[in-house]
């Protein structure tokens, strides 16, 4: 891959991220992209190519946050869909424009990537250090039942000297609510005339939604939920709801407010600034969430009103998440210690994905005797005549 700083073959091992085992993959540009999922505790669903393009949503298909698609295609979109940050750094007097995780720029860089992925599953973090301008991004990817889907990234200053950073961050193609799988599939640039976007301004809350349900009849199917995006972390100098100015910026342009963007597809956008001195970072978290009702979306309002700095009540539900998600795994003994912990962690994740093809027990370790005898009948005749089974309590652990 151009634009990267060193030769070093990939390399991964197990690593501790904020106290969570997880496995961390060096020199991640060496690798072709590849797939992986994120998981919840609740009805998230997230699955994210280590080029930082992705899709999710809740419950299935049909409530996409971006578009549900197959593997290679959300490779390839990585410029166009998902997370998407660009930078305008000024140090000693010379400003240049950094696009971590991009091709756009290949060569104009001496880059180094890494992917560290929490052994509990539920978040994922990748990393871009630029080896000319002394900075670090990370973005990480995780789920909250309450919130939704929650990316957070920081920016790291390690260099000799401070910078001024100019950026724009935020998601691209997002979806509005009420595109099923198949009109996705089917009918892309027709679903795009359907698209609005707007923005409340006072709180930068974005609404996704479809001016009305595309239908055959003609007969009126109003729209009456929306997907929505927000962000906290860094003092909004405006808000974007496109991805028609991000040119614009890239030349060093001024930008427009985007306060009702129609027949295009959607986007949530931040446009911000601020200051690192060496040895100093700085982190802004921006999330989305499918299918709030009008209600919904006023008691969202009327929280990021009441506060505009989230970034800690995030950080925890995320954590929460995990210690749920622990849990979970604990009741059908998917823990495993041992001197291996590449083979525990491997145990973990097959006991997860056992449960979320085929849920929990009922009872934690009990079982019906009546059930029991019943699986009998089918799987064992001779033994179940036995008159032994009907001495057998109501409960069997």
Not at 21 to 39: C, K, N, Q, R
């Given at each position: 891959?151009?634009?990267?700083?060193?030769?070093?073959?990939?390399?991964?091992?197990?690593?501790?991220?904020?106290?969570?085992?997880?496995?961390?993959?060096?020199?991640?540009?060496?690798?072709?992209?590849?797939?992986?999922?994120?998981?919840s505790d609740s009805d998230l669903w997230l699955f994210l190519s280590s080029t930082g393009?992705?899709?999710?949503?809740?419950?299935?298909?049909?409530?996409?946050?971006?578009?549900?698609?197959?593997?290679?295609?959300?490779?390839?979109?990585?410029?166009?869909?998902?997370?998407?940050?660009?930078?305008?750094?000024?140090?000693?007097?010379?400003?240049?424009?950094?696009?971590?995780?991009?091709?756009?720029?290949?060569?104009?860089?001496?880059?180094?990537?890494?992917?560290?992925?929490?052994?509990?599953?539920?978040?994922?973090?990748?990393?871009?250090?630029?080896?000319?301008?002394?900075?670090?991004?990370?973005?990480?990817?995780?789920?909250?039942?309450?919130?939704?889907?929650?990316?957070?990234?920081?920016?790291?200053?390690?260099?000799?000297?401070?910078?001024?950073?100019?950026?724009?961050?935020?998601?691209?193609?997002?979806?509005?609510?009420?595109?099923?799988?198949?009109?996705?599939?089917?009918?892309?640039?027709?679903?795009?005339?359907?698209?609005?976007?707007?923005?409340?301004?006072?709180?930068?809350?974005?609404?996704?939604?479809?001016?009305?349900?595309?239908?055959?009849?003609?007969?009126?199917?109003?729209?009456?939920?929306?997907?929505?995006?927000?962000?906290?972390?860094?003092?909004?100098?405006?808000?974007?709801?496109?991805?028609?100015?991000?040119?614009?910026?890239?030349?060093?342009?001024?930008?427009?407010?985007?306060?009702?963007?129609?027949?295009?597809?959607?986007?949530?956008?931040?446009?911000?600034?601020?200051?690192?001195?060496?040895?100093?970072?700085?982190?802004?978290?921006?999330?989305?969430?499918?299918?709030?009702?009008?209600?919904?979306?006023?008691?969202?309002?009327?929280?990021?009103?009441?506060?505009?700095?989230?970034?800690?009540?995030?950080?925890?539900?995320?954590?929460?998440?995990?210690?749920?998600?622990?849990?979970?795994?604990?009741?059908?003994?998917?823990?495993?210690?041992?001197?291996?912990?590449?083979?525990?962690?491997?145990?973990?994740?097959?006991?997860?994905?056992?449960?979320?093809?085929?849920?929990?027990?009922?009872?934690?370790?009990?079982?019906?005797?009546?059930?029991?005898?019943?699986?009998?009948?089918?799987?064992?005749?001779?033994?179940?005549?036995?008159?032994?089974?009907?001495?057998?309590?109501?409960?069997?652990?």
């Open positions: 891959m151009s634009g990267v700083g060193t030769a070093e073959a990939p390399t991964g091992e197990l690593r501790e991220l904020d106290g969570e085992p997880g496995y961390h993959i060096a020199h991640l540009e060496g690798l072709a992209p590849f797939f992986m999922s994120v998981v393009c992705l899709t999710a949503g809740r419950r299935d298909p049909d409530q996409a946050l971006f578009p549900y698609t197959t593997d290679d295609r959300i490779h390839d979109s990585a410029e166009v869909t998902g997370g998407k940050t660009l930078l305008r750094v000024t140090r000693g007097g010379e400003t240049a424009l950094w696009e971590p995780l991009s091709e756009r720029q290949a060569g104009r860089w001496r880059l180094e990537r890494a992917l560290w992925k929490g052994t509990l599953g539920h978040r994922v973090q990748l990393e871009e250090v630029n080896l000319d301008l002394g900075l670090t991004y990370r973005c990480q990817w995780a789920t909250s039942e309450r919130h939704g889907v929650v990316r957070r990234v920081e920016l790291e200053a390690w260099g000799d000297a401070p910078v001024a950073v100019e950026l724009l961050d935020g998601l691209q193609n997002v979806l509005p609510h009420g595109l099923d799988r198949r009109f996705q599939m089917e009918y892309s640039t027709l679903a795009d005339g359907y698209k609005r976007t707007e923005l409340l301004e006072d709180v930068g809350l974005a609404l996704f939604r479809l001016s009305s349900i595309p239908v055959d009849k003609a007969e009126p199917c109003e729209a009456l939920r929306v997907n929505v995006a927000w962000a906290t972390g860094l003092e909004a100098r405006t808000h974007l709801l496109s991805s028609a100015q991000l040119g614009a910026f890239r030349r060093g342009e001024g930008l427009r407010p985007e306060a009702d963007v129609r027949g295009q597809r959607g986007a949530f956008f931040v446009h911000s600034g601020f200051a690192l001195e060496p040895g100093t970072r700085r982190a802004w978290w921006v999330v989305a969430d499918v299918g709030l009702d009008a209600a919904a979306v006023v008691a969202l309002r009327q929280t990021l009103r009441d506060t505009s700095e989230r970034g800690c009540e995030l950080d925890a539900a995320v954590a929460d998440g995990g210690r749920n998600l622990r849990s979970l795994v604990a009741s059908v003994d998917g823990l495993q210690v041992t001197a291996d912990a590449l083979s525990g962690a491997r145990h973990y994740a097959n006991a997860l994905y056992n449960v979320m093809r085929g849920g929990l027990p009922l009872a934690g370790g009990e079982v019906s005797s009546a059930d029991f005898i019943t699986f009998l009948a089918r799987s064992n005749r001779d033994l179940a005549a036995s008159p032994l089974l009907q001495a057998l309590p109501e409960r069997l652990s």
